[in-house]
């Protein structure tokens, strides 16, 4: 691959030692990429509830990240030169997804980050399943129908007659313990006077 055919990061890793051609570079490269966008992705998602399609989106991350190889690991293989392109390809479509992450996030599109997280993780899965064919790697959409299932379970719990989570039903729960409180604090006053 001549010069001219590299991205400017490619050719600053070029300048800097940085072996291109080491096929088990890339894998170490994708975990951390991925690692980096779940991280800001957390973030953004964290003072508020999130979605379910967003614990989805976290949690497909998640799994892809768990259990990442190292890069000298006897479970990482070596791959064919067209595998190794694939890898190429792989990456150079997440890094475009990763410059659309960046952009929503500076648009505070908090969903569009979640789609976009799925599309970068699905690069990385891609990326490990040719390094790493015997791990077992779920899919999105498996992910998606268990988070689901919890988020619908989650918000019956919440819907529940037994719950009572209007404000209103907030209020007078406080006014009561505020009431109890003094109420115990009055009789430990009369009993420390008698």
Not at 72 to 98: C, G, N, Y
Request: with cysteine; charged share 30%.
């Amino acid at each position: 691959m001549g010069t001219a055919e590299l991205s400017a990061s490619e050719q600053l890793a070029v300048r800097r030692g940085v072996d291109l051609n080491d096929q088990r570079l890339w894998l170490k490269i994708a975990s951390e990429r991925l690692s980096i966008v779940r991280y800001v992705f957390l973030v953004q998602v964290e003072d508020g509830i999130a979605s379910a399609s967003q614990r989805a989106a976290l949690e497909y991350a998640d799994a892809v990240l768990i259990g990442w190889p190292d890069n000298d690991s006897p479970e990482v293989r070596d791959l064919e030169s067209h595998e190794f392109d694939t890898v190429r390809k792989l990456m150079a479509i997440m890094e475009q997804h990763v410059a659309d992450f960046t952009a929503q996030e500076g648009k505070g599109e908090v969903d569009a980050m979640s789609d976009t997280l799925v599309q970068i993780t699905d690069c990385v899965a891609q990326v490990r399943r040719l390094f790493q064919p015997d791990f077992p790697l779920p899919t999105f959409d498996e992910i998606s129908k268990v988070v689901q299932e919890e988020w619908n379970e989650d918000m019956g719990k919440i819907d529940s007659p037994d719950v009572e989570a209007s404000a209103e039903g907030i209020e007078r729960q406080t006014e009561h313990a505020d009431e109890q409180r003094e109420t115990r604090q009055s009789s430990d006053m009369d009993g420390r006077a008698a």
